[in-house]
């Protein structure tokens, strides 16, 4: 029996023209993950949170327990693309539907094995690769059977600048010795994570700045690694995964973990990136809908009545219900967007879509909740609700992979390139609009020169 | 031979998922209607400018020569819905990248006769209009052979509460008597002004405040009916359309001027709102894509060059530009799923999404042209540049049809009657989570009824 | 020898205006208290976190040595006004000067007995207490040998409508029997926390909504009252004062801890309010202009320089610089305004003044940080940085005392009732503008009634 | 008998410090404005528009009445700093007061001679002139016998960087012959216009790009200098003072008419900056309270209820207004503080305070502005009020002098000058903070020199 799909909330924001481009099969996954978020995932939150809090850096038995369940579901990978053979097959744009529900729940994308920074590595492991290497770091993470980490970011250079990467990868034989240091990948205390991935300099003096990085698998447990602290962020661990601050010294990794070849990390990072950016978006806005819930559930409580009103009932809460409602479609529709650019043009033509949704969402994600918190007045901000911990995510995503600045400047670069386009087309319109002048009989003013 | 969408201007910024869904039909359409604005209006602005700066009240003889011509090309009555046999049969989903391209120059949709308030008024009498009254009014209009004004605000009465309307229409025989005044509607002043679709008060005691009021037809140059003033937008006189001030006294019309029938007016305002806004809509966007090519050109141009660098390489400007861009493209994403949920479910599903299109549409756009005025330093608020008409235009747009805040307030209501649900949902996650914690062990702590 | 404020970061951003306000007395506690911040607790950061560290709920050593210190030096409650014997004499805007500077560290102003939510209290103590009272609570809490806390709010009831606080207390022989819950105040699992003064209601039936409530001292160890929760605000314990959330259960208080008698709980909130909260309001702009210096700071890293270039010299930089040392500087105007109008018409004339610093300075202090943040990229929201907890303090700002929409709602209905005198005024206007025009010739157009 | 400054409308809304500061003479002097404003000024507006409408560019005859009667009562030039002799004698900080009285009606300053440009232009000739040269023209400017106008801006170069001004002014004989385009100055075509300040290039090899300029008088009737076109600001003409495009072809000046003498214009433009951009904001915010206060009224007023509510019982509405309240205040206060910057230290030291006027205050009385005809709903827009003049006045400004942006430049320029010795300071912190460290035995971390 085909699913019903209106009047049913796991589709209730889908827009008609992504409803017609899902198939059978993805209007199935969709609401299948959307049973099992409901289901599975947001009552558990609490039990959850209790595990976590006797042992925060060992992954909690309840999430090994979902894992299994939902793997034998077949709810698993399921952000793979079509290209693979183990992918559920799910196109971009219908895997965008699956990550907004996941988002309503910050680990519910752990249970489906479809959370960063597993997805871009996975995604990177999978593309380049040999046979060997796969067997050996993909297979497991696939399974679930370990994590990994995504290293790169150094606190002496600029992060957005990645050519400035100094980490220090010296050949000794058949292995490459690491020095350096390194902010953020995986927190190493917890112990089920595998392997780092990470970006480094073998070549300092080639003369090409893109020639002279490396992408290495460096196992977590190797000597002379160290994790020296858990990088909070806004003050929250974000444990049992956690972000770490890292110390190679004389780290030895054989010459054979180097991906795809030495010298070649630039064309590996360019890979990397693409559907991982809105996959982060697509559950910021799978959020942002359960803050907004939240905050309609409050605008009806009926013990938080001030002059005897709903908090609901001032139409100051109206407007600004409104405001979140309609800003979130609208976020929506341009992450939607940008996954369907991608999987009708490929993800190099998606790069501004991707970019536009990365600029655009986590702040507008991280100002509706916050004003989500507003409506809870003191109690938003303590841990009553989820709200703060939503806002920290959000907050989150506005730098990761780069702050939006930095996007900002890229895209705005590419955009003055079209200037000159416009510059020519304009002098046409004043060339023909003079003609048109004579030919009217409508005076050519003297000082024409400065109008447009 | 098929149009080459690709690398083609007319088609350059409409989204993947839209293109799809142009029939081969609309894509021509499309292309004609970007080749007539950009070869017979833009050049002509000035020349139109001129022939209207010598008689203000009087349609331009070139506007005339162009409505001709545009209507010999068949490009004529293009908004006009599937179900009219006139209709050129565009979705509106076609009809909104028509829209948007015609946007581009301030008067180009008048050359196709799918300006505002025709459209409307179009629509309206198609629907609601016997054949006998369709002869007298809509064919003119449809053919381009008069114009149009519409009439239902009063300056003693809260116009976004339509109810309060009350103009006086007394039956005296067979004929109203009407005695009012109104604010708005086309400006009789133009002589091919030729009927008001006036909405007035023909049973102030009704029980009912929806069966009070009645929409009918006057011709123009009625007796008693003066336009006592034309009121300016923003200082422009909005000519040679404009808007009027008018006082109606003892003015009588037949009876079989009435639309539908007495006591409808209701049902046929309702009937009239829908597309026409995002019409407004999207011309805005192709107004804003213009000043921002502006910007562009500005950013590029020679002669302005502060401190030895072209104002496009300020990288604050290289932000600005890229936020203006990553807008407008939202905006637009906003728009077209606007019309495509009225091809796909009817205006009336189609609510939310106009009034989306309605509230954030025309704020974004006036910040925008604003943003591009002021990179043109002094010279952008002059008549240097067509920014200002602009700006004026996107402000008129954020009060035309009743204040963003209204629509905001109409959102934000439907909206509040969804909390109950949510409400629903989530007692059910906290009855769960009680379960699961007894099922885990994890404590259920006393004071859980605050926690969320 | 009379300092010198010129060129003296003590002094350095001081409007012209409050210098000439400064008495030489005030100088000098403003340069000790400079001299204090920046030698004594800004240096100590690291150390006291690392105290902390250790036992969360116990005052750190350095901080009982800090306070013995301050105190020895008379940089002790200097927030107390004037009418105290034991006030060192500073007027409300030379004390908002020190609380500045206070600000620029978290903890400074509790090492001079100048933090919250001692202040109120003590305050309160002072005003409304009988020298007994005084005796116990007061001096004890002047001499920081006790802390205390100041309990409202309660889970089940708006807030910021104080007439349903529910808390009940019902009098038994001589003694008060309290049950209730309550939220925030203090955390009684730090054993320096000796008092909650306490607002609940004995009077439920009392026909005044204004006189059903009761102000009490409860010691913090009674029986019967337990703190089942530390209120983590954005997930940060703010150990090791911290909020906590209550229950009272038969909680017994002899009668003779009523403060002020039974029923004048609200003339008792109404006094509490006021220098308060703009202390709050100069403590946040003293920790914005610290994460100011830090951005600035990181403008010049020779360690982050994208593309080549210091991060401070992207002029889109160098614009959001400007602009937050422009806002900052506008937001101690306001706040330092609104203690000189305590000073000089009262707290209740400052009303208004205080109210617009609470509603704008938190909005503003929270909006540079993130800047600030944001600037740092990733590293910002790490505890690389003080500025997550900075923009915590002030996000925390903008709820304590109420949301900021509940202080507009009262600035706004107040306003309104200005409206009627405009009114006038402006019909006079109206009035002898028909008599000029009368006088001049120029016509009287019959619409006028719609011109303002 | 002392003013009674207490519930006096012309006081109420000058904070307490401002009040302290002002002497009996100036008290009096700004209740006269008060009093000239309001029953002079405003109540005539209806009939200087109507004068004006009949010949645009000729000054109204009661234009000259009004200011031969403000002139008799000594209201004239108040704008005029101490040191000259014709002065009044108020005080920056004393003239501000009475230019927000000035600015709620557009013309009332002119009225009293204390209008742009003739302010800057009176400065700047009573600072530089010869006494023959102020003989013949600053007499007749300060008599108000004629008006003036500065000329600067040209079309072909960047007008924020006046060291590219290349209208081109060649000696021969003993006179300088002039060639070059203009923008902006006042219009010539009103009769009243008799002198330009021109700035020009004399010197264009001159090693030193600050010497190659001059400044000089041009009589307005002179031969070979045309008017081309009234510049429209947001479509209004501005008439009957208005802006012009001007050409110069080979307009010849006496040598006399030199300024301060040759390649030192850069000395005189310095100059005239300062006072003249506070008056503006000044006169900009009496504006915006007039604009509020219509909102207010427009709050009230009982013909607009929709839903049978008054516009103001909407607590959207009534948040709105104190949010429009608050911002005025807020830059009342940093313009207030300017200008006794200026009175304290010279306007050289308050740079810094007019560009924080300069930046901040236009822009937020545009936003309010616009916030109240958006109250007004469409007829906001009109000309039944006067807020669509206001509003483009507001908006003129936040371009006149430079666009906020190249003064936010400078300001952020500046500011980071100010990094340097914040970064030796937070090296002292680190210093020092390591020290107590291993004092009291908390662990010095490895990577503390990520820590900030």
């Known amino acids: 029996m085909p699913i019903q799909t209106e009047n049913n909330p796991a589709f209730a924001r889908i827009p008609p023209w992504v409803m017609t481009k ?58 793979l693309p079509n290209h693979f053979k183990e992918s559920p097959g799910l196109t971009n744009l219908e895997y965008s539907c699956c990550a907004e529900i996941m988002g309503r729940n910050y680990w519910a994308a752990q249970t489906m094995n479809c959370h960063a920074p597993e997805t871009g590595n996975i ?169 907004y819930e939240l905050a309609l559930i409050r605008c009806i409580d009926p013990k938080k009545m001030p002059r005897g009103k709903h908090i609901g009932d001032f139409d100051s809460n109206i407007e600004r219900i409104a405001s979140m409602r309609l800003e979130i479609d609208a976020m929506r529709l341009v992450v939607l967007n940008a996954a369907d650019v991608m999987d009708t043009h490929g993800n190099k033509a998606g790069r501004y879509a991707i970019a536009q949704s990365k600029i655009l969402v986590p702040k507008v994600a991280a100002e509706i909740i916050d004003e989500c918190m507003q409506l809870y007045g003191g109690q938003g901000l303590t841990q009553h609700t989820p709200l703060p911990e939503m806002w920290t995510y959000a907050r989150f995503v506005r730098v990761a992979d780069g702050p939006d600045a930095a996007h900002r400047h890229q895209v705005g670069r590419d955009q003055m390139k079209t200037a000159k386009s416009f510059e020519v087309r304009h002098r046409e319109y004043m060339r023909r609009s003079k003609e048109l002048a004579r030919q009217y009989g409508t005076e050519d003013k003297s000082m024409d020169e400065d109008m447009l």
């Open 22 to 79: 899902l198939r059978p099969k993805a209007i199935e996954t969709i609401q299948a993950v959307y049973d099992w978020v409901e289901t599975e995932c947001i009552p558990a939150e609490a039990v959850m949170k209790e595990q976590l809090a006797k042992d925060r850096w060992k992954t909690p038995a309840l999430m090994h327990e979902l894992r299994k369940k939902a793997k034998a579901k077949g709810l698993f990978n399921l952000f």
């Open 123 to 291: 995604e990177l492991l999978a593309k380049y690769c040999t046979p060997e290497q796969k067997k050996k770091w993909l297979v497991p993470l696939m399974e679930g059977e370990m994590s990994s980490a995504y290293s790169m970011t150094e606190p002496d250079r600029a992060s957005s600048d990645a050519t400035q990467i100094g980490c220090s990868m010296r050949k000794e034989g058949n292995e490459l010795v690491i020095n350096g240091r390194k902010l953020y990948g995986n927190a190493s205390w917890n112990d089920e994570m595998g392997i780092f991935i990470l970006m480094g300099c073998t070549d300092p003096t080639n003369p090409s700045p893109w020639k002279r990085h490396t992408t290495v698998i460096v196992p977590s447990r190797s000597k002379g690694l160290t994790m020296k602290r858990n990088l909070t962020i806004m003050g929250y661990d974000w444990a049992p995964e956690g972000h770490g601050e890292y110390v190679y010294e004389n780290v030895r990794v054989p010459l054979e973990n180097i991906i795809l070849g030495e010298g070649r990390a630039f064309e590996i990072a360019q890979g990397r990136l693409g559907p991982g950016r809105i996959h982060h978006c697509m559950r910021l806005i799978g959020q942002t809908e359960r803050a």
